[in-house]
């Protein structure tokens, strides 16, 4: 009989506990545990570069989608995710919720973690320098644009190739098959990185209450409120919004049709595991097949308003905590790195994490904190996933809508 196995988010719980209580227990001897974070944060940085990639690659080419109804689909997850990406940055600026954390061994210049200078940004001198000299730069710096650059192409010359002769057709799916057969081995390695996150909350909840004691607490419980605070936003107002002003069923219908779909988002901590879920109660619904196959199953590479959100809030926090302060100039540019790590990112759990340590890395913020964002994101996780079910859901209600006239 096989033995059931605990929930993810349950196992991170007991992570957690046991991790607190062997720092409060043992102090500052309880400090080298806390590398162990820190392997598995350098892991999942090592996996996410080529998961995005072949998310991409993997999406255009094989994506069916009619120009008129991918434009639209198109336009309305770019005014949802930018609307994310300003509630995220607004509420972190006003709030400033990186000013409420505190450790007693804060990070100083001259140390081995080195707060690196954030300069003057200029748009096309960054812009032009992410054009990479060879395939493989992009993938040994982690660069974000340069990876989806590449994959976009490669996805396309995938599409024309499928459209030539027999000849092409075939070196097309060859590419294809490729493509997807690797991406499932990526998704697989992840998923085993993942299984290790609650040791690591225990690693470094350990290490963390052992030099600070309870101090830090309040800054994580911050943090945690203001993500929470601006998905809330999310949801209630730009997406119900959406729903009075662009389609005919009521919120009271809507909320009642994809409840099934956020319970299991909630558990499943994935939007891409609640997919046939959500299907499912959108066909209930009325929505057609095509709007919702096209919002949910092509456009869940551009619904990501959660990830988007979250990783605003989280940038912000993590400079804030450094006394790094961003001005809006440089604010613009990590939204613009929020989207476009959001882009083909798979709907596995704890995929927020994975972006968000692709945009610290990318915007040359410090990742030192990330571990200890750990400890809390099996909460965001479900959130973020929720979120992201309540995107698709709209986006095919709206789409559904404007093809009926």
């Known amino acids: 009989m096989k033995r059931p196995v605990l929930p993810l988010y349950t196992q991170i719980l007991i992570g957690m506990l046991a991790g607190a209580a062997v720092g409060l227990t043992f102090g500052k001897t309880a400090a080298p545990i806390g590398e162990f974070g820190k392997v598995v944060i350098q892991l999942i940085k090592a996996l996410a570069t080529p998961l995005l990639f072949l998310a991409i690659v993997d999406a255009i080419s094989r994506a069916d989608i009619r120009l008129k109804s991918g ?24 709030l400033q919720p990186g000013k409420y954390l505190h450790l007693a061994d804060p990070i100083k210049p001259g140390s081995t973690n080195v707060i690196p200078e954030v300069g003057k940004i200029e748009f096309i001198k960054v812009l032009t320098g992410y054009i990479p000299e060879n395939i493989f730069a992009p993938f040994m710096a982690n660069s ?138 959108l066909k209930a619904m009325g929505v057609s097949d095509k709007s919702s196959r096209l919002a949910c199953c092509v456009g869940t590479n551009f619904n990501n308003d959660g990830i988007l959100l979250y990783e605003a809030v989280a940038v912000l926090f993590v400079a804030q905590f450094h006394g790094i302060d961003l001005n809006l100039s440089q604010q613009l540019f990590i939204a613009f790195n929020c989207v476009l790590a959001g882009i083909g990112i798979a709907g596995i759990p704890e995929a927020g994490l994975i972006s968000l340590a692709l945009v610290l890395t990318t915007t040359g913020l410090p990742t030192e904190i990330l571990p200890l964002l750990l400890s809390v994101d099996w909460i965001l996780s479900r959130a973020r996933a929720m979120t992201n079910v309540t995107s698709d859901a709209v986006v095919s209600l709206v789409l559904d809508a404007k093809s009926r006239g």
């Open 71 to 94: 434009g639209r689909m198109l336009g309305i997850s770019a005014v949802n995710g930018l609307i994310a990406v300003a509630i995220g940055l607004g509420i972190s600026n006003f």
């Open 144 to 281: 974000v644009v340069g990876v989806i650059g590449l994959a976009i192409l490669f996805g396309l010359a995938a599409r024309r190739l499928s459209a030539g002769g027999k000849a092409e057709a075939e070196a097309a799916s060859a590419v294809q098959n490729g493509a997807a057969a690797l991406l499932r081995l990526n998704e697989t390695a992840i998923h085993w990185v993942v299984k290790m996150v609650p040791f690591a909350v225990f690693a470094v909840v350990a290490k963390t209450l052992g030099e600070n004691g309870l101090a830090p607490l309040k800054g994580l419980g911050v943090y945690l409120g203001v993500c929470l605070m601006g998905l809330f936003i999310q949801v209630t107002i730009t997406y119900q919004l959406w729903i009075f002003l662009a389609t005919k069923m009521t919120l009271g219908r809507f909320w009642r049709g994809i409840r099934d779909p956020l319970i299991y988002a909630a558990g499943a901590s994935s939007s891409l595991a609640t997919l046939p879920v959500t299907l499912k109660s």
